[in-house]
C-alpha cells in the first residue's frame, strides 16, 4: 500500500480502520470455527472409543459418520488455523501502517484558553 502526495492520511487511516475491523470479524469466525471443529473431532474420537469399548453397540453407519466427522473436524480445524494466522498477520500489517500513517500527520496540540 503506497501512498501518494494526493491521499489524504485520515482518510486512508480510516479506510485501515475499517479493514482492520473486517478482519477481526474474520478472526471472531475462525476462531468460532476452530473450536466447533475441535469439539467435532473430540465428539468422533469418543463415538469411536464407545464403539470400539462395545458400549455404543457396532454399527457401521455410525462407525462410518464418526470417522467422517474426525476427518472434516481435522481438515476444517487445519483450515482455519491457516486462515487465522494469515488475517492476524495481516491485521498487524494493517496497524503497523496505520501507526506510521497517524505519525505523519502534524497534529497541533488544542489548549482549553476560551478567547
Known amino acids: 500500500m503506497n501512498l501518494t502526495h494526493e ?41 469411536l472409543l464407545l464403539m470400539v469399548l462395545g458400549l455404543f453397540g457396532s454399527s457401521q453407519v455410525v462407525a462410518i459418520g464418526s470417522i467422517a466427522v474426525v476427518l472434516g473436524g481435522i481438515v476444517s480445524l487445519g483450515s482455519n488455523i491457516s486462515t487465522l494466522q494469515q488475517t492476524m498477520a495481516a491485521m498487524s500489517a494493517a496497524e ?19 478567547f
Do not use: M, N
Open 7 to 47: 491521499d489524504d492520511p485520515p482518510d486512508e487511516i480510516s479506510r485501515i480502520e475499517a479493514q482492520i475491523e473486517e478482519l477481526a470479524e474474520v478472526s471472531e469466525r475462525c476462531r468460532k470455527i476452530i473450536l466447533f471443529s475441535k469439539t467435532a473431532v473430540a465428539g468422533g474420537v469418543v463415538l
Open 96 to 114: 503497523a501502517l496505520r501507526s506510521d500513517l497517524i505519525g505523519r500527520i502534524d497534529l497541533r496540540v488544542v489548549s482549553d484558553k476560551k
